[in-house]
C-alpha cells in the first residue's frame, strides 16, 4: 500500500513538473503582453494598452482566421464525413491504401504542401490572391482529422446491423445515412470539427508561404508582431490567441469522453421511418 502511495506521488510530481515546464513560459507571456515594460517586470504597472495596439491593427488577422478556420470545418465535414463511411464500409486493401494517403498531408511539411499548391493553382486567374488559397491548404492539412476521428467512431458500432435493421423497416439510403449513420458518429464529427477549428486557426508553417500582404491570419499576424514590433505587442497578440483557443480545447476535451456503446435505433425514429415507408 505504501508503495503505491509513493508511485503516485512521483508520477503526481511528474505530471506538476511538466505542466509547470510548460505553462509557465505561456504565463510569462501573458504576463509581458499586461505590463507597461516588459524588462522592468510588473513593477512597471499593468496595462490593456498593448492589447488594445493589437485588437486596432490587426483584428482583420483575427476575423479572417475565424472566418477560413469556419470555411474549413464546413468543407472538411462534407468531405471527411461521407469519405470515413466509405472507408469504413469498404474492406479493400484500395481502401487503406485511401485512408494512408489522406494522411500523407499531415507528414509532409507543410511549407512543402505550400509550395506544391502555388506552383499547381498559383496560376489560376486571382485565385493566389484570395483567402480561398489558404483555405484550401488548410482542408488538405486537417481533412485527415476530421477523417481518422469519424473512423474511430465508426469502428466502435455496429454499423452493419443498424443498418440492416432499417433497411428492414424500409428506410432508403438517404434515411439510413441521416437518422442511423450521423447520429451514431456525432461524438466523433463534434471532435473531429473542434479539432479542425483549433488546428486552423493555429497553422502557421503553409498559411506563411500561401498568404499574401491581404490575406494574413492570426499566426502570421502573430510572427509579424514579434518580428518587427515591440515585445509586448507580441506578447499581447499572443494572449489574444489564447482567449480564442484554450475555450475550444476545453470543449474538445469535455466532448472527447469515454462512448458507450449503444447498438440500438431511436424508437421515434423508426416511427417515422416506417410512416414514410407506408405513405410512399
Known amino acids: 500500500m ?13 505530471c506538476v513538473l511538466v505542466c509547470v515546464f510548460l505553462i509557465l513560459p505561456m504565463g510569462l507571456s501573458v504576463i509581458a503582453g499586461l505590463t507597461n515594460n516588459y524588462f522592468v517586470g510588473l513593477d512597471s504597472g499593468l496595462t490593456l494598452r498593448w492589447v488594445l495596439e493589437v485588437w486596432g491593427g490587426y483584428h482583420d488577422t483575427i476575423f479572417r482566421s475565424v472566418w477560413i478556420a469556419l470555411a474549413c470545418v464546413f468543407v472538411t465535414l462534407i468531405i471527411g464525413v461521407p469519405a470515413a463511411y466509405v472507408l469504413h464500409r469498404s474492406p479493400q486493401r484500395l481502401a487503406r491504401w485511401l ?4 494522411v500523407l498531408p499531415i507528414a509532409v511539411p507543410g511549407l512543402a504542401t505550400a509550395l506544391a499548391l502555388i506552383a499547381m493553382y498559383g496560376g489560376w486567374g486571382n485565385l493566389r490572391s484570395s483567402w480561398l488559397f489558404i483555405l484550401i491548404g488548410h482542408v488538405l492539412f486537417t481533412l485527415p482529422f476530421m477523417v481518422r476521428s469519424v473512423l474511430a467512431v465508426l469502428g466502435g458500432i455496429d454499423l452493419h446491423t443498424l443498418e440492416e435493421g432499417g433497411a428492414s423497416l424500409g428506410a432508403n439510403f438517404t434515411q439510413r445515412f441521416f437518422h442511423i449513420v450521423l447520429p451514431n458518429c456525432r461524438q466523433g464529427i463534434l471532435a473531429g470539427a473542434l479539432m479542425v477549428l483549433t488546428l486552423s486557426m493555429g ?32 506578447s499581447a497578440y499572443t494572449l489574444l490567441f489564447f482567449l ?9 476535451q469535455a466532448i472527447a469522453q469515454p462512448r458507450q456503446k449503444k447498438f440500438e435505433l431511436v424508437e421515434d425514429e423508426v416511427v417515422i421511418l416506417l410512416s414514410e415507408s407506408a405513405k410512399s
Not at 505504501?2 to 511528474?14: N, P, T
Open 203 to 234: 497553422e502557421f508553417n503553409m498559411t506563411w508561404l500561401l498568404h499574401t500582404p491581404f490575406t494574413k491570419t492570426l499566426p502570421v499576424g502573430l510572427a509579424d508582431a514579434y518580428a518587427s514590433l515591440r515585445l509586448e505587442v507580441g
Open 2 to 14: 505504501a508503495y503505491r502511495k509513493i508511485l503516485f506521488g512521483m508520477q503526481l510530481g511528474l
Open 99 to 102: 485512408e494512408e494517403l489522406l
Open 244 to 252: 480564442m483557443i484554450v475555450p475550444l480545447l476545453l470543449l474538445m
